[in-house]
């Protein structure tokens, strides 16, 4: 979970559970950006037994759904 609140004139993000959502939202929002913020055509979706990805060749890897251990 995460959940974003006015602080002032800034904002602050509370995050609880087992992923640092806002974290990861981050995270892949720069990945992007330094990737040349690549067109959606540009992804490839990977499908496995153990979860579904999509990968661009100059971003990491994002696991869009993975099947619990």
Partial sequence: M???EPDGGAW???QRGPL???DRVE????AYDAAGRPDQ????????VSGQY????????????????
Avoid at 27 to 30: I, P, Q, S
Avoid at 56 to 64: E, G, K, N, R
């Fill in 54 to 69: 999509l990968e661009h060749p100059d971003m990491p890897q994002i696991a869009v759904r993975t099947e619990p251990a």
């Fill in 2 to 4: 995460a959940l974003l």
């Fill in 20 to 22: 640092a959502l806002a």
């Fill in 12 to 14: 602050h993000v509370r």
């Fill in 41 to 48: 055509t540009a992804f490839r979706m990977r499908v496995e």
């Fill in 27 to 30: 995270e892949t929002l720069d």
